[in-house]
């Protein structure tokens, strides 16, 4: 999160890395695509278990949202912020059901904490629904800033109610507290960003069984990482409660580093058997929270790196790398001493943006535009000419701060817009890293 003096630091970085403002310059009809750039970022958790409602079933929605992603202001002795979050659920044919819109508001007791990346805001709701397709919309909007990040999600909400055998989905929960009735609370976590494993983590879900029967359920799972390697498996006995059981087990944290996994459960009761899986990532809390994989950011920073750097970073051994990598964004830090290194920061929120607005047959951040973008920023100005007839589709990128402009043209008609400007080395040198 970022005190209003920050901007000092965030005024140098845009003269010294030709970080386009967002501002009045952008201010034509054809900018609009380029509003979510610079956003807070957060992270979001949809967990469908069953509803006590009949006919329906339950989705929970977390939201995480680390401190230095919003501005505080100073109030006497503290550092307040408030977000406003906004939910919007939609069938298969795009007719809102449901929605909330609620604002939340924090205090840090220092600058500092206002600045940290360990510290966050975890918010949530829940809401009953009938079992079905639907795409949720979820907006955070920091209400000093009045910036607002959107993320879409397309979830299928299962009918638990009608099957002989069930599981809900896997919830990552902390401080778990437990009773002569089995689970009686727990502090829920966000899966896609998980940060503190020091503080013991739990695997949450609940089973549903039809069966009259008082039998025991045969419980496995395994963790495997983003190679698709097994890094942790285990199973047990579990008998059965009632017809919805409430169950969990600890995360095995020695055997996890940082990355993204994958957990996959299987429950079974006599010939039956059901299964789920979920996604997590463990990160790294000195680093943007857009970036989950370090081989994957390692090679995003080819269009940056010179020849040398990016020898030394390929030739890293996997326990070199991400020394190689922290190495690499220091000597590009623009406020030494301070706990964020703004470039860095902003490189990655690009790319993110890339991935989202200018992804098609590869992602976005390998695409030509998203290049560019990730490069130079936001463009001054765009001439859109997407309907010509004598032309197919092209658009040209004005930079008036570095006098360049770049021409994209959509040669096969398929939304895929390639760099015709002249080659890479001709304009290479315009970077300042």
Request: charged share 30%.
């Amino acid at each position: 999160m970022k005190h209003k003096t920050r901007l000092t630091y965030k005024l140098t970085l845009v003269i010294l890395c030709l970080l386009i403002s967002n501002g009045s310059i952008l201010g034509q009809a054809d900018m609009n695509r380029f509003r979510g750039s610079g956003m807070p970022v957060f992270h979001c958790d949809v967990v469908n278990v069953d509803s006590p409602q009949p006919e329906m079933s339950r989705l929970f929605i977390y939201i995480k949202i680390a401190f230095d992603e919003l501005q505080f202001l100073r109030e006497d002795s503290l550092f307040r912020a408030k977000y406003e979050v906004s939910v919007v659920i939609a069938d298969k044919k795009n007719f809102q059901v449901d929605g909330k819109v609620w604002e939340e508001e924090l205090t840090a007791k220092s600058y500092q904490q206002t600045n940290s990346r360990s510290q966050y805001s975890l918010t949530y709701e829940k809401f009953d629904l009938p079992p079905g397709d639907y795409k949720i919309s979820i907006g955070l909007t920091d209400q000093e800033t009045k910036k607002t990040r959107t993320a879409k999600i397309k979830v299928n909400v299962e009918n638990f109610k009608k099957k002989k055998l069930a599981v809900s989905e896997i919830t990552f929960v902390r401080n778990l507290q437990t009773d002569s009735l089995g689970v009686k609370s727990f502090s829920p976590e966000v899966a896609d960003y998980i940060i503190d494993l020091t503080n013991k983590l739990y695997m949450y879900f609940e089973i549903y069984s039809q069966s009259d029967k008082d039998e025991t359920f045969d419980i496995s799972y395994e963790i495997k990482n983003a190679k698709g390697k097994q890094v942790y498996k285990n199973k047990y006995k579990r008998r059965k409660d009632a017809r919805r059981t409430l169950e969990y087990f600890p995360l095995s944290n020695s055997e996890l580093s940082q990355g993204p996994y994958v957990m996959k459960l299987n429950v079974r009761q006599g010939a039956r058997k059901v299964e789920t899986e979920k996604r997590f990532v463990i990160r790294w809390a000195d680093m943007p929270s857009t970036i989950s994989d370090i081989d994957l950011a390692i090679r995003q920073l080819k269009y940056i790196a010179n020849k040398q750097e990016w020898k030394k970073l390929k030739k890293a051994s996997s326990d070199e790398k991400l020394d190689k990598f922290k190495e690499f964004w220091k000597k590009r830090d623009p406020s030494p001493g301070t706990p964020a290194n703004e470039w860095m920061d902003e490189y990655y929120n690009r790319i993110a943006y890339s991935n989202v607005n200018f992804s098609g047959f590869r992602d976005g951040w390998k695409s030509d535009m998203g290049m560019i973008f990730i490069i130079f920023g936001p463009p001054s100005d765009i001439d859109r000419h997407p309907f010509d007839s004598e032309s197919k589709p092209y658009e040209i990128w004005y930079y008036y701060t570095i006098n360049r402009q770049f021409l994209f043209m959509d040669e096969t008609g398929f939304g895929e817009y390639r760099l015709l400007t002249t080659s890479w080395e001709d304009w290479r040198s315009l970077i300042r890293h």
